[in-house]
């Protein structure tokens, strides 16, 4: 078997302060972009000199315009074959309860607004977010960690445990 390498990366879901509503891109801006049309948290690959949450911070701050105050981890995800080119990606899920500045209207990848948390399933976004955004967001006081290989760009299934 082959080493496994997978690309590092964030996920972050900012909330609103009264914990209804999250801020997600809207993907529109880059005809090349595989998230294309899609919404998304925001977050991004980790860089050689930082520790996971230096990054989810880096990315909250670069893609939103805003310092986080309170982070929580959620989880992680394990997705085998999801990037273009069949990379594989672990994502760190973040949920961002405080922040400090006020946050773009857009950024490079498309607009950024607000989302009711309970309708997130009526957006276009990726197939497998509809799998662990519950978990992102419930009261369970555990970190999730799940495991949800693609192939062709969908999810073929979903795992995951908690502690």
Known sequence: MK?????LATLGFVMSADG???????RIHRG??????KFNGL????????DIVSCMKREIAEEAGIKCTQMLLRGTINWTSFGKNGENWFGFI???DQYSGTPYTENKEG??????????DQLP????????????????????????PYKDGEPVSWSYQRI
């Open 3 to 7: 080493p496994y390498n997978p690309i």
């Open 32 to 37: 090349d972009d595989e998230h294309l049309g």
């Open 20 to 26: 209804k509503r999250t801020l997600l891109v809207h």
């Open 43 to 50: 977050g991004g690959k980790m860089q050689p000199d930082e």
């Open 94 to 96: 973040f949920r961002i």
């Open 125 to 148: 976004m990726w197939l497998g977010d509809r799998h662990f955004l519950p978990l992102v967001f419930d009261e369970h006081p555990g970190i999730f960690h799940g495991y949800m």
């Open 111 to 120: 607009p950024l607004a607000w989302h009711a948390v309970d309708s997130l």
